[in-house]
């Protein structure tokens, strides 16, 4: 069974930064289109960005233009750059595959935007 371990979050103030991380324990992130996902308490969990193999992205609209995916291959890891965070960005961020997640949820990362 593949691992996914996000991590990166933290507390950050509106405005700010914070770059996340996902390793898959095994070389899933060059076979697969690779998304994020987060999930708000009391919603669902929604996509937020999706990176495909040779690195086309989409992003859903809350997020365009303030946050970036990336992958490294190599290192199985994929990332997500957020910038100028908003307070309806908190939520805990997971990574997995799109657009159907085949491998067991991570712990994913908390994200709490102080507003």
């Known amino acids: 069974q593949v691992q996914l371990v996000e991590s990166g979050g933290g507390l950050v103030q509106a405005g700010g930064s914070l770059r996340l991380s996902c390793a898959a324990s095994?070389?899933?992130?060059?076979?697969?289109?690779m998304a994020w996902y987060r999930q708000a308490p009391g919603s669902q969990r929604d996509m937020v960005a999706v990176?495909?193999?040779?690195?086309?992205?989409n992003y859903d609209e809350s997020v365009k233009g303030r946050f970036t995916i990336s992958r490294d291959n190599a290192k199985s890891t994929v990332y997500l750059q957020m910038n100028s965070l908003k307070s309806e960005d908190t939520a805990v961020y997971y990574c997995?595959?799109?657009?159907?997640?085949?491998?067991?949820w991570g712990r994913g990362t908390q994200v709490t935007v102080s507003s």
């Open positions: 997995n595959t799109w657009p159907s997640p085949r491998e067991r």
């Open positions: 095994e070389s899933i992130v060059n076979l697969y289109t």
């Open positions: 990176i495909n193999g040779i690195g086309g992205t």
